[in-house]
């Protein structure tokens, strides 16, 4: 263990990221810097370090001179990189040691809108707090730290990485890191590629499916208030067999032997799959849902009765129609998605743990069944790769498809059903003919197999998630695409863990109380967002008075000012005003996110002002169709009783 001095520099850079980030102050403060790290001066008498890596050892800068080092890796970089770097907005460093490449980097790309620093060397971090003052870097309001493992949810909790896939971005490996960090440097670049498509994802569903999540999340406030959340059964169910069931093409082959094991197993089973295990006998425990169309919801709606004694765990996202028809218990989760947050959700689950990363309802069924206890985890239908069909013979969403080769790409064809004619026949239309690229990923076999771009993002985040669970995982298929953490196995390798009889439903009431309904709660925050309605109604005149009397930059610098201090003062209802408009915010971003430090400064000006110009009136927009929600919610089902 290598002694260092308890110095002001420390206490203060200390200090300094546990304003930033508390949790990982902490863990600096609680790491023991083992002696493989020695802190030593350079030959210019700057701070320092030798690491030694088993019979070997190296210095993290140049032990000559650092930053002569650093401002020759800055112009060699910006020689090499010039135009990444001329229409980068956001930078990536990775690697920071004493930071003297820093600010030589940011000289030459002064115009960055975000500066993430990602080092991945936690001890080299503390002993650099040690001896280099770097309070001005830590709490840079554009500058965030990320130290140690980069994961998901640590993007996912950085404000300065939300707009990543909003904007050009550059990476940048500091010259140590390509040497003695590579294969840090290759599992950061991934999780940054798999954050920026996840981010992606989340917004196109917001942009294809913002109306009916808005509709179905103000209709499902009664719910909301009067429906546990699903946290009291976190733990509840622990070393039981669970079985996760999804509705891909391999579900039909199982279903003989999900049969034999019905007893001895709590089932969760996704939505989609729903219908077509219960025409073969088997009823699930529990039924996940997160889709608001209502679509695939029928047979739901017109067999409301099958749902009896079913535990629904689901969003507030979920088409309306499926929650006011269940007759089992229900039970709510609250999903994480920043910029799509639901206020109400907060407000009626204050404590409860968030789901950050709910992308498909099967993630939700894996997910569930972790918090829950399950051990092991059986997969089944999780195939996230193409066959005949899209989805498992006889579940509500199946759709026919053929692969087709052309211009030297691979598109799937899927006919959907078209609607009845007269005779009960069906009549198929060009518009029911949807083509999308197709892509190929490894099967367990390492044969590649098609999938679509979304399931190819479906399956990394699957995989994260199964290769950080402590119970096995196994996934029940013979086709499906290769799930990371979770492995394939045949019938006859996972039955000896069903041998005992599960009676989830005895588990279930012991722990099962209702929460008293909270409608009145509903009620006032419902009145209350109406009054700020007729309030920012109010601000929408002002601000249209003040642009009509002044010139260009005076009217950007005010609308600028005037929608920054509404986004300061009321964030939880300009976040509701948000989510009725997310492309139109999504669009305001991605302006914002460009460079302009090419343009003369009227043109950056009436570029800046028509883009604040057109978020201005869509924020008014939003809050005409938000008051049409809250008068909605008010009266679906009688909330105010």
């Known amino acids: 263990m290598t002694e260092l001095p308890d110095n002001p520099i420390y206490q203060k850079n200390l200090e300094a990221l546990k304003a930033r980030n508390e949790k990982l102050a902490q863990e600096i403060a609680q790491l ?13 008498g700057l701070p320092n370090c030798k690491i030694k890596v088993g019979n070997k050892d190296f210095y993290y800068h140049d032990q000559g001179d650092p930053q002569k080092e650093a401002e020759d890796f800055a112009a060699l970089f910006s020689q090499r990189h010039s135009c990444e770097l001329n229409s980068a907005v956001f930078g990536i460093i990775v ?52 130290v140690g493992e980069l994961t998901l ?20 490996n500091w010259n140590t890191v390509t040497k003695y960090y590579l294969e ?9 590629q798999d954050f920026v498509v996840e981010r992606s994802v989340i917004d196109k569903t917001a942009m294809v499916r913002g109306t009916m999540m808005i509709e179905n999340r103000f209709k499902n406030i009664r719910h909301l208030f009067i429906e546990p959340n699903a946290d009291g059964l976190f733990g509840k169910f622990r070393n039981l067999p669970f079985v996760c069931v999804a509705a891909g093409p391999s579900l039909n082959n199982y279903l003989p032997d999900l049969k034999r094991i019905r007893e001895k197993a709590v089932f969760i089973v996704a939505d989609t799959a729903f219908k077509v295990l219960i025409e073969y006998g088997i009823v699930p425990d529990i ?57 109400f959700e907060k407000l009626a689950f204050p404590d409860a743990a968030t789901f950050n990363d709910i992308n498909t309802v099967a993630m939700l069924t894996l997910m569930l069944a972790d918090k829950l206890g399950a051990d092991p985890v059986i997969l089944v239908g999780q195939d996230l ?22 211009d030297g790409k691979t598109y799937s064809r899927t006919r959907k059903p078209g609607s009845s004619t007269a005779d009960g026949s069906i009549e198929t239309s060009a518009h029911q003919i949807v083509e999308k690229e197709v892509f190929y990923v490894p099967d367990y076999d390492s044969r590649p197999v098609p999938t679509w771009e979304d399931f190819r993002f479906f399956i990394t985040s699957l995989g994260g998630y199964c290769s950080h ?67 920012f109604d109010k601000w929408i005149q002002y601000c249209r008075e003040e642009i009509a009397r002044r010139h260009l930059r005076e009217k950007y610098d005010f609308l600028h000012n005037e929608i920054a201090r509404s986004y300061s003062n009321s964030a939880s209802f300009m976040r509701l005003l948000d989510m009725h408009i ?36 869509s924020l008014e927009r939003a809050c005409s169709l938000l008051k049409g929600n809250l008068q909605s919610a008010l009266g679906h089902h009688e909330l105010v009783k």
Request: glycine share 6%.
């Open 32 to 44: 023991v810097i083992p002696e493989d790290y020695t802190y030593c001066l350079s030959d210019s």
């Open 95 to 146: 690697g920071f040691g004493f930071g003297y490449h820093l600010l030589p980097l940011l000289d030459k790309i002064t115009w960055l809108k975000e500066l993430i620093i990602i080092e991945p060397d936690k001890t080299l971090f503390k002993l650099m707090l040690h001896y280099q003052d770097t309070t001005g870097v830590i709490l840079h309001k554009n500058i965030s730290f990320i």
């Open 184 to 192: 840090d440097a290759g599992i950061i670049s991934r999780v940054v």
């Open 582 to 617: 997310p492309a139109a915010i999504i669009r305001a971003s991605k302006v914002n996110f460009q460079n302009y430090h090419n343009l003369s400064e009227e043109k950056r000006y009436r570029k800046k002002y028509i883009n604040i110009l057109r978020l201005f009136l």
């Open 469 to 535: 669970m402590k119970a096995p995982v196994f996934n029940l298929t013979e086709k499906g695409a290769r799930i990371d953490g979770a492995q394939r196995v045949s019938f006859s390798e996972i039955v000896h863990y069903f041998n005992n009889e599960v009676i989830f439903k005895e588990i279930f009431n012991s722990y099962c109380e209702r929460t008293p309904k909270k409608l009145e709660l509903a009620t006032a925050h419902v009145n209350k967002c109406i009054e700020s309605c007729q309030a």
């Open 153 to 172: 949810d640590k993007l996912r909790a950085l404000r300065g990485a939300q707009w990543l896939n909003l904007g050009n971005r550059i990476m940048i």
């Open 385 to 406: 790769s193409l066959a005949s069909t899209d989805h498992a013979g006889g579940s509500s969403v199946t759709n026919t498809i053929d692969i087709i080769e052309r």
């Open 287 to 343: 039924v996940t849902a997160t889709d608001p169309p209502p679509t695939k919801y029928k047979y739901f709606e017109e067999n409301p009765h099958l749902t009896k004694d079913i535990l629904l765990v689901t969003s507030s996202n979920t088409y309306s129609g499926l929650l006011d028809c269940w007759q089992g218990p229900i039970r709510f989760v609250v999903a994480g998605d920043g910029l799509y947050d639901f206020v």
